[in-house]
């Protein structure tokens, strides 16, 4: 349990203050959940960043202040439908009023409600740190790759990613996600996809990406055999299900959005 708590006035005090066991403060969903994963004795609270709470359009981005809640975001008029789908997949309206966009992503869940969506669409972050403001994709954070320390400040959604669409897999719209699955493409030559399986990974799926591009007509049991043999992802058996059972939903999941993509146009 926390020790002491911190209101920062500043991005800036943020950081200063953000040291050994010390954790940032958000929408506090996740901190404050019962068996959370995070552990600080130390809480920076960060919710009176309000330059954190903007978003806006700009040339081919738009600014998704990390501080904008789950419901905001559903309001912003200028947040693409396919951002709001994945909000969406948040059920509750009472955790969506309280839980940041910037939390989720930094939490990196398995069940994650954003980061697959935003792994396909070549989402970036930017991220103030001791040494100044980085830029890096959605997927180099999730993987560990750059500044998971930082304080997350903007999501950049892509104005123009083509089709995106993404799916959840759950017992009810209130429970864990067991496998999230996304997709988005320009065209049927540019396909990228992501999904996390709970308590398995974060997966950027390039090989089925790659076998539909080689042939858009690929075959749901082409790719439902691809993620049986998949070796480099783990599917958990569990109360929601087997691993081959996981494989399998996966594999038709994906063929049911390359079937979206062509019937929503994509050539
Ligand atoms: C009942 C319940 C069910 C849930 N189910 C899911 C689920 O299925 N999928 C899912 O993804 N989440 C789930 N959550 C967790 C949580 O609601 C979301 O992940 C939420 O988006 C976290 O955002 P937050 O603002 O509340 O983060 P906080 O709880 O405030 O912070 C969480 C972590 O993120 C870090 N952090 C927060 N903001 C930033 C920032 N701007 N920059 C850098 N680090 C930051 C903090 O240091 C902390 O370590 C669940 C929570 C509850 C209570």
Redesign the pocket.
């Known amino acids: 349990m926390a020790k002491q708590y911190i209101a920062a006035q500043s991005v800036e005090t943020a950081l200063k203050r953000r040291g050994e066991n010390?954790?940032?403060?958000?929408?506090?969903?996740?901190?404050?959940?019962?068996n959370?994963a995070?552990e600080?004795d130390t809480l920076?609270s960060?919710r009176r960043l309000d330059e954190?709470k903007k978003v806006e359009a700009q040339g081919d981005f738009i600014y998704v202040g990390?501080?904008c809640?789950?419901q905001q975001a559903l309001e912003e008029d200028v947040i693409p439908e396919w951002f709001k789908e994945a909000c969406r997949?948040?059920a509750?309206r009472t955790?969506r009023n309280?839980?940041?966009?910037?939390?989720?992503?930094?939490?990196k869940?398995t069940?994650?409600?954003?980061?697959p969506t935003l792994i396909a669409v070549g989402a970036g972050l930017k991220?103030e740190t001791a040494d100044g403001t980085k830029e890096c994709s959605v997927l180099d954070y999730t993987e560990g790759l750059t500044c998971c320390d930082?304080?997350?400040?903007c999501i950049c959604l892509p104005k123009n990613p083509g089709f995106v669409k993404s799916v959840r897999f759950?017992n009810t719209a209130?429970?864990?996600?067991y496998l999230t699955v996304a997709f988005a493409a320009k065209d049927l030559d540019h396909i990228e996809m992501a999904a996390a399986v709970k308590n398995g990974g974060i997966y950027h799926l390039t090989d089925l990406a790659a076998a539909m591009m080689k042939d858009h007509d690929v075959s749901e049991e082409t790719l439902v055999n691809m993620v049986y043999e998949c070796e480099g992802a783990v599917f958990p058996t569990d109360m929601f299900g087997g691993e081959k059972y996981k494989r399998y939903l996966l594999g038709v999941a994906a063929a049911g959005l390359l079937a979206d993509a062509k019937k929503g146009g994509l050539a």
């Open positions: 010390s954790a940032f403060l958000a929408g506090g969903t996740e901190i404050n959940r019962l959370s995070v600080a920076i960060i954190l990390a501080l809640t789950f997949f948040m509750s955790k309280m839980a940041t966009v910037g939390g989720n992503v930094a939490v869940r069940d994650s409600y954003l980061i991220i930082g304080l997350i400040t759950a209130q429970s864990h996600a």
